[in-house]
């Protein structure tokens, strides 16, 4: 109903920073495929405590497999061939502690895992690579890393982790992931590319989002709706990720609304790219994120209580150099069923005039494309919903932002009706395509 003022953007961020990111992890990677022993290297900071960390620990599957004192955690731990859950803690000296989960394959193959970019996969330059390796055939383990392109060795580093960006053309390329270990052997991956293309796909994508970890909730009430992290009775919210029923992937996640506040809405977001990325892309050189245009928002989301919901609300936000662009997109559902979209400069929503009509217990498909223009405007393209495409093509001015934090983020919201009427959606397959 309302939308998220560029100050909130950093409250945000501050209460994400003192909640869930006192815990960084920079080996291994969420998600990677890593040999064993496993280099486990983190730093903590204490959550509200002036005493400072006490300790740091490494749970495998639930179980507390290593503890450190102090707030720097450095340590190889042993692991089978497998699928694990770990998660790396830190406890302070006031009783409190926060944590960061890390998913890992381990592997005693030798081998070249690559992350990012995916094989035959249409992507932006510069292109993020990231990977890692494993030798079973040299004790002495992995020496470097590098990238060739079209057989020209593009980049080099040590260690058995690459993680770097490589400004390429426009075209199409056959790019070597390669690593060579300390006894003179070397094993390799192909990954073919299509840099390029414009249009409305293609890119990097972020995929299963719904199940991503990094969300946060936050509460908002009428009339000003700032947002609060506690702001119950009023309003009340949750998610619960990795529902296998309903879904259509087996991992789906459920948000709820709740409360006794009219009109009192629940905002959940997600830092993808820039500090706090929750996809491991923190941009820290400041150079991706502005060098983004286009951007795709796809989704399913289902509920049986539709007609519960005041609105539904899907956005895009990009931030960088004080620039505030939030592309924001509502379905008024007990509201109008309309689509809106949200003029940053006057802060106001504006109706597209395209109807929409989500379908009751039952999955409905929603794809938002948009584009930031190259004097920075907003260029809200087209909207999908269930096969029905809406062209719009309806462009706003860029609202200011005068902060110094450059990311993007998504958000999906659930307002709440006259009665503030409780009811739940679920989200599944969730994409976010960026180029």
Known sequence: MKRLCCQCVFLMLATAIAAFANVAVTSPWTGSTVGSPVHYVATATPNNCSRGVSSMGIYVNNVLKYVTNGAKLDTEMSFSPGKYDTTVEEWDYCGGASYTQVSITATNQTGVWVMSPANTSQVSSPVTYKATSNTATCSKGVSTMGVYVNNVLKYVGNGNMLNTNISLGDGTYDTVVEEWDKCGGAAYTHVKITVGGGGGGGG????????????????????????????????????????????????????????????????????????????????????????????????????????????????????????????????????????????????????????????????????????????????????????????????????????????????????????????????????????
């Open 204 to 435: 990097n994508s972020f995929t299963a989002l719904q199940g991503s970890k990094g969300w946060t909730g936050y509460g908002e009430l009428p009339p000003n709706y700032n947002i609060c992290s506690n702001c119950s009775p009023q309003v009340t919210y949750s998610l619960t990720q990795h529902i296998k029923s309903p879904s259509l992937s087996g991992n789906s996640s459920k948000f709820t609304l709740g409360g006794t506040e009219p009109y009192a809405d629940v905002l959940f977001n997600n830092h993808l790219i820039g500090t706090l990325s929750s996809q491991g892309v923190p941009d820290t050189d400041h150079k991706l994120v502005p060098s983004l245009h286009n951007f795709t928002y796809d989704a399913y989301f289902y509920t049986s209580q539709l007609s519960l919901s005041q609105a539904l609300e899907f956005d895009i936000n990009q931030y960088f150099d004080s620039h505030g662009l939030v592309f924001g997109t509502q379905c008024r559902v007990a509201g109008g069923n309309m689509w809106d979209v949200w003029d940053n400069q006057n802060k106001k929503w504006v109706s597209t005039g395209a109807k929409c009509y989500p379908v009751n217990n039952g999955w409905n498909h929603v794809t938002i494309q948009v584009q930031r223009e190259s004097d920075n405007s907003l260029l809200y393209q087209s909207i999908t919903l269930n096969g029905t495409k809406s062209v719009l093509n309806k462009k706003y001015p860029a609202g200011s932002c005068p902060n110094d934090w450059w990311g993007i983020t998504v958000n999906y919201q659930l307002d709440g009706n006259s009665k503030q009427s409780g009811y739940a959606t679920y989200l599944d397959n969730f994409t976010f395509t960026y180029w």
